[in-house]
């Protein structure tokens, strides 16, 4: 007796488990899922894509020196203003100092040489002049003394008379050979002033400015390392003429194209502008493999500075009175998009088809009509004719 007991008590309890489960199912199977819904509409489609990028000058400049000196002194600072001219960097002159006072003493040297020539040569030439002078009196008298007619005194005067030509030829011949030292000082001395003008120069170029107006973005040079004219000591990038520049993978640059029209966005710049895009390069970035975009912007922006993040976002595609559905309801179930339609409080699952999808909403080709709603956020919870509740 107290066996079939057991056995009762043991039915009754699996009888009664049942029986709760099954209440349980029914009442679930009777909850309706709270959703949220968008009404499916035409309207103006637009499939926009979004590129990241940053701003950067249209000029960058590096800055460098002739003159492989040891750096003396560095005047600037990275991110700071310059202006055309602005001294950036003093390298060392002591050696180039000396070099030009070495050529200035070389041009004071030779024109006190040049000077003390030309005197002496006026100085020749006027003793010349009073020799002559004195040479042809003479010879003008011994023409006039009456001798008698005999031949050699006649001789004797001839003979005196060439003795004279013959000094006053050499007088001549040593004020020319005087001269024709000039030249040759004069060329010394062009060469001591060439000397001097390069010094000049040197000495000049350890004073390294700034080509441009604009900021320096880099300064890698170093106090007491010498300047290698090949490397550059520090880059100016120009304030005005930036551009915007954004990477575009290989189906992106395949919708852009130069000339189309873009509105651009800029970190910590509440205004966003329009513009235009300028190039796309037709080869992609060997270490990225992306492509180049790039978009000029006007020249009134002096609030965008250099380095600032932009964001593109480019209309490639515009529809008028196209059937457009929210992203946020599409779900894809082997790579098919469907949506859940909601008819008579109830979610009904239902194949669609997308002519084009945009960044927040898509155009539907065929699956739904104007004015079907769908549901937006949970769906997930979803099954095909779930009961829902639509919240307010």
């Known amino acids: 007796m107290k066996k079939s007991l057991a056995f009762l008590s043991i039915f009754i309890f699996l009888l009664t488990a049942c029986s709760e489960d099954i209440i349980t199912s029914d009442n679930a199977s009777d909850n309706a899922i709270p959703v949220t819904t968008e009404t499916v509409e035409k309207t103006t489609f637009k499939k926009t894509i979004e590129l990241v990028g940053k701003t950067v000058p249209s000029q960058q400049v590096p800055v460098t020196s002739s003159l492989p000196s040891p750096v003396k002194e560095i005047h600037i600072k990275e991110g700071e203003t310059v202006q055309s001219g602005d001294l950036l960097f003093t390298l060392e002159d002591q050696q180039l100092q000396q070099q030009l006072e070495q050529a200035q003493s070389a041009v004071s040297a030779l024109e006190r040489s040049r000077n003390q020539l030309n ?14 002078t004195v040479i042809d009196e003479t010879i003008n008298q011994l023409e006039e003394i009456p001798l008698p007619e005999q031949a050699e005194t006649n001789d004797t005067t001839a003979t005196i008379t060439e003795t004279l030509e013959q000094l006053k030829g050499l007088a001549s011949s040593s004020t020319s050979l005087t001269s024709s030292t000039l030249p040759l000082i004069n060329g010394q001395l062009e060469q001591a002033r060439r000397g001097v003008k390069e010094a000049e120069q040197a000495l000049q170029a350890t004073k390294v400015t700034s080509p441009i107006d604009g900021t320096v973005d880099q300064v890698s040079a170093q106090v007491g390392v010498p300047a290698i004219p090949s490397s550059p000591l520090a880059v100016v990038s120009s304030k005005q003429d930036l551009k915007a520049v954004f990477s575009a993978n290989k189906f992106q640059v395949q919708e852009v194209t130069e000339g189309m029209p873009v509105k651009l966005g800029f970190e910590e710049v509440s205004d966003t502008i329009n513009g235009t895009i300028g190039t796309v390069s037709s080869e992609p970035n060997s270490e990225t493999n992306t492509y180049t975009v790039t978009v000029e912007l006007p020249k009134t922006q ?7 993040i932009a964001t593109a976002m480019i209309d490639t595609e515009i529809k008028k009175n196209a059937l457009t559905i929210p992203n946020q309801a599409i779900l894809y179930e082997q790579n098919k998009p469907f949506v859940f339609v909601v008819q008579d409080e109830r979610a009904i699952k239902r194949e669609i088809e997308l002519a084009a999808e945009g960044k927040r909403t898509s155009n539907v080709s065929k699956g739904l009509a104007d004015g079907d709603v769908v549901v937006t956020d949970g769906k997930y919870q979803l099954i095909n004719r779930s009961k829902i509740s639509i919240k307010k």
Request: net charge positive; aromatic share 0%.
């Open 302 to 308: 002096e609030n965008i500075k250099s380095g600032t």
């Open 119 to 132: 005197t002496a040569i006026n100085q020749q030439r006027a003793t010349q002049t009073r020799l002559n």
